[in-house]
């Protein structure tokens, strides 16, 4: 696989039975996501765009197809492979945050590290510093349910970072937040991506969040149809 290329996905179907019938939700996607950029998934709601970016990531696995992920086709590996594979390449941000609501700001992002074995010391400097570049610095012992919804977000994205991962998935992010929140988000989605040379794939309904990303793919009939960002609409 090109080197430039972080993750392919080559004839990617996934179906669901429902009602007694078939319901085919991809039917063979392809695409490409290239280092450093911010690809946007787009669609009506319910045309898979959940669906494939669990299987771009290993959380759910296709009829057919295949997903490479540097170098590696994820679905060749056994589930524990694959289970330590996602924690050590990549994050993921959810549209509800998923974060351990027991545990404060610093310790959601050590979490990650501490599962993959990283020394709890230096895990706990790793996560004081992403804090403090996600804008969190006054939150370090704030639990998630102290945070505003921004705020948990962007926990999620500095838990995402934990493990310097290749790739971050994010579906639907901005989905729970005001104008104002989201553009935060985004800014500092941006911002990662040009500082840190970090690679983002994103589903979202939102055009005007489509419109910032690099690259666009709009999720129409079960296929994945490529789009320069100025063209939505």
Same mark, same amino acid.
């Given at each position: 696989? @090109?080197?430039?290329?972080?993750?392919?996905?080559i004839?990617?179907?996934? %179906?669901f *039975?429902?009602?007694?019938?078939?319901?085919?939700?991809?039917?063979?996607?392809?695409?490409?996501?290239? &280092?450093?950029?911010? $690809?946007?998934?787009?669609?009506?709601?319910?045309?898979?765009k959940?669906?494939?970016?669990?299987?771009?990531?290993?959380? @759910?696995?296709?009829?057919?197809?295949?997903?490479?992920?540097?170098? $590696? =086709?994820?679905?060749s590996? %056994?589930? $524990?492979?694959?289970?330590?594979?996602? =924690?050590?390449?990549?994050g993921?941000?959810?549209?509800f945050?998923?974060?351990?609501?027991?545990? @404060?700001?610093?310790?959601?992002?050590m979490?990650?590290?501490?599962? *993959?074995?990283?020394?709890?010391s230096? %895990? +706990?400097?790793? *996560? #004081?510093?992403?804090?403090e570049?996600?804008?969190? &610095?006054?939150?370090?012992?704030?639990?998630?349910?102290?945070?505003?919804?921004?705020?948990?977000?962007r926990? /999620?994205?500095?838990?995402?970072?934990? =493990?310097d991962? &290749?790739?971050?998935?994010a579906?639907?992010? $901005?989905?729970?937040?005001?104008?104002?929140? %989201?553009?935060?988000?985004?800014?500092?989605?941006?911002?990662?991506?040009?500082?840190? @040379?970090?690679?983002?794939?994103? /589903?979202?309904?939102n055009?005007?969040? /489509?419109?910032?990303?690099? #690259?666009? #793919?709009?999720?129409?009939?079960g296929? *994945?149809?490529? +789009? /320069?960002?100025e063209?939505? =609409?």
């Open positions: 696989m @090109d080197e430039r290329i972080v993750l392919k996905a004839g990617i179907s996934k %179906s *039975a429902t009602g007694g019938k078939k319901l085919e939700v991809l039917k063979g996607i392809e695409l490409e996501i290239p &280092k450093g950029t911010l $690809t946007a998934i787009t669609g009506a709601s319910g045309v898979g959940s669906t494939l970016l669990h299987i771009l990531g290993g959380l @759910d696995s296709p009829d057919s197809g295949e997903v490479q992920l540097d170098s $590696t =086709n994820i679905f590996l %056994s589930d $524990t492979e694959l289970s330590d594979f996602r =924690n050590r390449t990549l993921f941000v959810f549209q945050h998923h974060l351990l609501t027991e545990f @404060d700001a610093l310790e959601n992002v979490m990650p590290q501490l599962i *993959a074995g990283q020394d709890k230096k %895990s +706990k400097g790793k *996560a #004081y510093h992403i804090l570049e996600v804008g969190l &610095k006054e939150r370090f012992h704030h639990r998630p349910s102290e945070l505003s919804g921004g705020e948990q977000q926990l /999620a994205v500095a838990r995402a970072l934990a =493990n991962p &290749k790739l971050v998935i579906d639907e992010p $901005t989905g729970n937040l005001d104008r104002r929140s %989201s553009q935060e988000l985004m800014d500092l989605v941006m911002f990662l991506k040009r500082e840190k @040379d970090l690679t983002f794939v994103l /589903a979202t309904h055009l005007e969040i /489509a419109r910032k990303a690099d #690259y666009v #793919y709009e999720i129409r009939d296929k *994945a149809f490529s +789009k /320069a960002p063209e939505l =609409n």
